[in-house]
Structures are given as C-alpha cells and as structure tokens.
C-alpha cells in the first residue's frame, strides 16, 4: 500500500508544470543607455553619416544599437546631403562605421529615388547601401521595380538590383 502511494506522488510530481521563463533570473546587462543620441561619422573633417534615435544601447566590445525612430542623414564628399534613412532600429559597427539597419527601412535619395527594405547596410568604406532580401525601388518618375538584392551608391542614383521584376507605366 506504502508502494501505491509513493508511486501515486512521484506521478503526481512529474506531471506538474514547469514554466520556464528565460529572463527571469537574467541581471539587465546595458552598461550604456543614451536617450536622444546624435552620433557622427567623418572622413578627413568631412560628415558622411549623422545619426539620430530614440535610445542607444552600448555594451563593450560589441555594435552600438540605436532603438527607436531611427533617421540616419547621409552627405557626399563636399559635405551635402544628399538622402535619409529611416528604421526602426540600427546597429553601428565601431571597427569600420558600417551601419546596419533593421525594420521598416526606407532611404529618401535627394534627387527622388526611393528604398524600401527590411533591412540594409550601409558599407563605409565602399560608401554603398546593400540589401540581401526583398527590395522595392520607387524612381522619381513613379515607376516601381521590386527585387531579392540590391547595391547602390549613397544617394540611389547608380544602383543594380538583383532578381528584378515589376511594371513600368505605358508611355517610359
């Protein structure tokens, strides 16, 4: 009879359950919060990048990341604008100034032409914007080309994208 009930309890115990929750014993881990950051990227005393969000998280040894209304203006080399980006969230690689971009990312060229994303990179040292997934491309005319790929100059005038398909207006 002991034996029934012993075994009647250890059923009973293994059959509870058990929540895991992942975060409930984790210490927040920011060693930095910004709120309201600008942040500046300059070659040889020209701007290149201005950067702008809601927050900015930065821990040691890893990207700095920007959270929240994320506008990131660009210049060319004579320091005019000439587009705008803007994310949700976006990352800030300190060893080469990449910018990486994620969620609702759109750029504005100057001239009219404009990106729309998931996410994107901004190259540095190329002065290059990238995508790897699904693009749409807006020309100032109107048309709309989509694709899975992209790669352009800072102010989308010369551009090339991968996979392409879409309409063009009767008449172009």
Not at 140 to 155: H, R
């Amino acid at each position: 009879m002991n034996k029934i009930i012993i075994y009647c309890l250890l059923l009973c115990v293994s059959c509870t359950e058990v929540k895991y929750e992942p975060n409930a014993n984790v210490k927040n881990n920011k060693e930095n919060e910004i709120w309201n950051p600008v942040i500046l990227l300059s070659r040889e005393n020209t701007r290149l990048v201005k950067a702008r969000s809601k927050k900015l998280y930065k821990n040691l040894n890893e990207m700095a990341l920007l959270i929240g209304s994320v506008i990131v203006d660009f210049y060319n080399e004579d320091g005019d604008h000439i587009s705008i980006l803007y994310s949700d969230s976006a990352r800030i690689d300190e060893r080469n100034n990449n910018l990486y971009a994620m969620g609702n990312v759109y750029v504005v060229s100057d001239s009219g032409y404009t990106l729309s994303a998931n996410k994107i990179v901004w190259d540095n040292r190329y002065e290059m914007i990238m995508a790897d997934d699904s693009v749409m491309f807006t020309h100032s005319e109107g048309d709309t080309l989509y694709g899975v790929g992209f790669e352009s100059d800072i102010d989308l005038e010369r551009f090339k994208i991968f996979k392409p398909y879409g309409i063009l207006r009767e008449g172009t």
